[in-house]
T-cell receptor
Framework: NAGVTQTPKFQVLKTGQSMTLQCAQD?????MYWYRQDPGMGLRLIYY???????DKGEVPNGYNVSRLNKREFSLRLESAAPSQTSVYFC????????????????FGEGSRLTVL | KNQVEQSPQSLIILEGKNCTLQ??????????LRWYKQDTGRGPVSLTI?????NTKSNGRYTATLDADTKQSSLHITASQLSDSASYIC??????????FGTGTRLLVSP
């Protein structure tokens, strides 16, 4: 059972380059999320999608765009990468509809480690 | 301001010993609190959830407690194993369906 799959696992970019992080889940979950994790800081929500066809900004959306391609897939795009976007990015999904599952849990992917030079 | 603070930041214990990790939250209104385990290079995985009405819940060698009056939760690990080496993240659900993440406690179990 794959769960949440993210690609790529590692990526190095130069400032100004663009790239897309891919995420897919096979649990038939409604909600999907993109977080970034930086040393000394808790996971911070970038964007989320409460259901297929909808996306909303989280707490740190600047510099990112997302696409909910279908129920399974949710991608994160960096249009013009900056060194401040060096981070580990996690995609997550939840069976509940909405920003935050009431009692449900978040299922995370393995993470994508991005370095911007 | 909604906030979750965890202590200690890091901890080293000998294999077989017990330890307790702390989580203080200032989240209102409070709905539930979840503990996640994050192995190095992996995504977080849920260990347990504590709701407002629960005081103690066990999951194998992990026991979580919640004191809603003092807004504190703890995660106690009994008879630690090398595989317990990980970061443990406390997440509280607050108002407007917002999840508030702690910065985690990094635990190293030494042989």
């Amino acid at each position: 059972n794959a769960g949440v799959t993210q690609t790529p696992k590692f990526q190095v970019l130069k400032t100004g380059q663009s790239m897309t992080l891919q995420c897919a889940q096979d649990m038939n979950h409604n909600s999907m999320y993109w977080y970034r994790q930086d040393p000394g800081m808790g996971l911070r929500l970038i964007y989320y999608s409460a259901s297929e066809g909808t996306t909303d900004k989280g707490e740190v959306p600047n510099g990112y765009n997302v696409s909910r391609l279908n129920k399974r897939e949710f991608s994160l795009r960096l249009e013009s990468a900056a060194p401040s976007q060096t981070s580990v990015y996690f995609c997550a999904s939840s069976g509940d509809r909405g920003l935050s599952p009431i009692t449900g849990e978040l299922f995370f992917g393995e993470g994508s480690r991005l370095t911007v030079l | 301001k909604n906030q979750v603070e965890q202590s200690p930041q890091s901890l080293i214990i000998l294999e077989g010993k017990n330890c307790t990790l702390q989580c203080n939250y200032t989240v209102s209104p409070f709905s539930n609190l979840r503990w996640y385990k994050q192995d190095t290079g992996r995504g977080p995985v849920s260990l347990t959830i504590m709701t407002f009405s629960e005081n103690t819940k066990s999951n194998g060698r992990y026991t979580a407690t919640l004191d809603a009056d003092t807004k504190q939760s703890s995660l106690h690990i009994t008879a630690s194993q090398l595989s317990d080496s990980a970061s443990y993240i406390c997440v509280a659900r607050g108002g407007f369906q917002k999840l508030v993440f702690g910065t985690g406690t990094r635990l190293l179990v030494s042989p």
